[in-house]
């Protein structure tokens, strides 16, 4: 994978047939030859129902993971990517594209396609992040109704029989509210109003984002939120789906995936500069979340080979 690709363009004329602004597919990345960076004029949604690979949003290059979902808006260059050219830790996929003009005519209750509309389909629920990180992280419990939901979509839109567009479009509406409520759903707990607890993990997030090369303990964050390590922490979890901890190693490691690609540096002085001291826990780290490591992660999509060691 080169990150000097040139960004092809999808348009939604050739993806949409029959003049309907609806599409659904399940993908296994069996040709590895035909992904490229693109965008389109559409909203897309992806669903990782299988598998681990990479999401590659503009210049970043993002782990995934079975139960992450992606909300891809309007003229955003991205592509998703096995590890290896065989896909050998199986990445497969539901991508459903899809215009708004194809449920305008439903009477969705107001209030909710506003929040809908601002959530998810024009700035994403973290306007920051974006590309960062998987929309939703689900566990195991709603990763089953997800799927579920999905497969029924494909199932629909590929038997086309009598009715099946008006079956679709509330599928979609369905998956669409679903996925609001997903969101609303983690910030129910403690007497904190919702506004509040997404700032507040923002902030949290950002502070990692600037200062993830140092050291960073947990009580700094709890202390800065005001609250206690074991409260913040929850709260954390129910927002990201991660533990404190386990974020702040994607940051480091995302990093270091973008510098293995864009620099010549060593691997060991790169695992230094994005905050590890600890060579061998960075080697350990980075193969857990990347599934390679970090020798082989820069060989397979390094822009300047032959420039770089790997000592």
């Given at each position: 994978m080169n990150l000097i690709n040139p960004v092809t363009t999808l348009r939604s004329d050739l993806i949409f047939t029959d003049h309907i602004p609806f599409f659904i597919n399940q993908y296994a990345y069996d040709n590895y030859d035909e992904l490229e960076l693109h965008v389109h004029d559409f909203i897309e949604i992806v669903y990782v129902c299988r598998g681990k690979g990479l999401h590659r949003v503009r210049d970043r290059l993002i782990p995934v993971t079975e139960g992450d979902l992606?909300?891809?808006n309007y003229d955003t260059p991205h592509c998703f990517y096995p590890y290896d050219r065989t896909n050998?830790?199986?990445?497969l996929v539901y991508n459903c594209m899809f215009l708004p003009a194809f449920i305008e005519h439903?009477?969705?209750?107001?209030?909710?396609?506003?929040?809908?509309?601002s959530l998810f389909l024009v700035n994403g629920l973290y306007p920051e992040e974006t590309g960062n990180m998987p929309d939703l992280m689900l566990g195991t419990a709603p990763r089953k109704a997800f799927a579920q939901l999905f497969d029924n979509m494909l199932q629909e839109y590929q038997a086309k029989q009598e009715g099946y567009l008006d079956i679709l479009k509330m599928q979609l509406c369905e998956l669409l509210i679903?996925?609001?409520?997903?969101?609303k759903d983690l910030y129910r707990e403690g007497?904190?109003?919702?506004?509040?607890?997404l700032e507040l993990i923002q902030k949290s997030i950002q502070y990692m984002r600037d200062k993830f090369s140092s050291p960073i303990q947990l009580n700094q964050l709890s202390q800065q939120a005001l609250l206690s390590k074991s409260y913040f922490s929850s709260i954390f979890k129910s927002v990201t789906g991660i533990s404190v901890l386990d974020y702040l190693q994607?940051?480091?490691?995302?990093?270091?995936?973008r510098l293995l690609v864009e620099d010549t540096k060593t691997i060991i002085v790169i695992s230094e500069s994005v905050g590890y001291n600890d060579y061998r826990f960075f080697n350990k780290t980075f193969r857990k979340i990347t599934g390679m490591t970090a020798s082989a992660y820069r060989k397979q999509?390094?822009?300047a080979k032959g420039n770089y060691r790997d000592a």
């Open positions: 992606f909300i891809i050998t830790d199986g990445l439903l009477h969705i209750e107001l209030p909710i396609m506003r929040g809908i509309t679903k996925t609001y409520r997903t969101y007497p904190h109003p919702y506004n509040y607890k994607k940051v480091r490691i995302e990093e270091a995936c999509f390094s822009t």
